[in-house]
């Protein structure tokens, strides 16, 4: 009879350790992935890690987008010739600039000037363009007034 009650407590222990599952490697995942997350999560929101978001206008870049040149922007000391147009006046030139940067997505122009236009002259220009809307002007000065 001692015999059978020490092999009834030796199947006993061996099948309650068998039974048993470490819970000590999950939960180690687990708080390590906590940490982790807590160490992202400023940065994703300070923007030191890159995070990329999709949204329905992202399919509008997909599409092959049909590439606009720069307007040439010609400054005489009378006038300004933008593309087709001969502008005479300030209220024909901010008119025309503010109807031109919205109807187009590149908002670049290159600029050409006369070597005989006052400094004065471009720098009201420039301030006039810049009014009607955030223009990326590039200055393209003729041969002939390079030094």
């Keep these: 009879?001692?015999?059978?009650?020490?092999?009834?407590?030796?199947?006993?222990?061996?099948a309650e350790q068998t039974a048993e599952i470490s819970l000590i490697p999950?939960?180690?995942?687990?708080?390590?992935?906590?940490?982790?997350f807590l160490m992202l999560m400023p940065m994703a929101l300070t923007?030191?890690?890159?995070?990329?978001s999709?949204?329905?206008?992202?399919?509008?870049?997909?599409?092959p987008a049909v590439k606009e040149t720069p307007i040439l922007?010609?400054?005489d000391p009378e006038r300004v010739r933008a593309a087709d147009a001969v502008?005479?006046?300030d209220l024909q030139t901010s008119a025309w600039f503010r109807d031109?940067?919205?109807?187009?997505?590149?908002?670049?122009?290159?600029?050409?000037t006369a070597p005989e236009v006052s400094q004065e002259r471009l720098v009201h220009w420039l301030d006039?363009?810049?009014?009607?809307?955030?223009?990326?002007?590039?200055?393209?000065?003729?041969k002939e007034a390079r030094p």
């Design 128 to 142: 006039l363009v810049k009014k009607t809307g955030d223009w990326s002007v590039m200055l393209m000065v003729p």
């Design 54 to 63: 999709t949204d329905a206008s992202a399919a509008d870049d997909l599409a």
């Design 73 to 75: 922007v010609s400054l």
């Design 47 to 52: 923007s030191l890690l890159p995070v990329s």
């Design 26 to 36: 999950l939960v180690d995942l687990c708080l390590t992935l906590v940490v982790v």
């Design 87 to 89: 502008l005479d006046s």
């Design 1 to 14: 009879m001692i015999r059978r009650k020490k092999e009834d407590l030796v199947g006993a222990i061996s």
């Design 100 to 112: 031109a940067f919205d109807a187009r997505k590149n908002h670049q122009l290159i600029l050409q």
